[in-house]
């Protein structure tokens, strides 16, 4: 009896682990392509299909693909780790919103070392706190990748401008 009610308490806490590891995942991803990358993102897609959609549209859209692989992720890894699942939705969309550009590659070697620092470091604690602290270190592998740079993303608003009103 005693057992069991152990084994449905760490069930429920990894069901909420992994609940709140999705939220942050969805409000990191929207906010970081809607916002910060919006512009890039909207011309991207013009670029490639000839359609003027919105950023927050497109954001949900490839969120929503992310997630479904993050999840696909899971399922095939066991469910064990999480932050692990939710490793290649960062990658790229840290990958689809690169550009050379606005690529510092010292900036990108310090994050992924200190990323992997906080993997060897947090690897085997669990709990809430810990899968906090790894998605927020992908979060930054993600930025760290992604085009930073103030001035091509002014000249893309203007690019964006100049396809609306033809």
């Not at 999705?22 to 990358?37: D, E, M, N, R, T």
């Amino acid at each position: 009896m005693k057992n069991q009610s152990y084994t449905s308490h760490t069930k429920r806490t990894a069901r909420m682990v992994s609940i709140a590891g999705g939220v942050l995942f969805w409000i990191f991803s929207l906010a970081y392509l809607a916002v910060f990358q919006g512009n890039m993102l909207v011309l991207r897609v013009y670029d490639l299909f000839h359609l003027a959609i919105n950023a927050w549209v497109l954001a949900f859209i490839v969120t929503a693909v992310l997630f479904l692989l993050a999840v696909l992720m899971k399922r095939l890894t066991g469910g064990n780790s999480m932050e692990l699942a939710y490793a290649p939705s960062f990658l790229l969309l840290g990958l689809m919103t690169f550009s050379p550009e606005g690529w510092h590659l010292s900036s990108f070697i310090w994050t992924v070392l200190f990323t992997a620092l906080a993997f060897v470091l947090l690897w085997k604690r669990t709990g809430f706190n810990a899968m906090v602290l790894r998605m927020i270190f992908l979060c930054l592998l993600t930025v760290s990748m992604g085009n930073t740079n103030e001035k091509y993303h002014n000249q893309e608003s203007i690019e964006i401008q100049q396809v609306h009103y033809k």
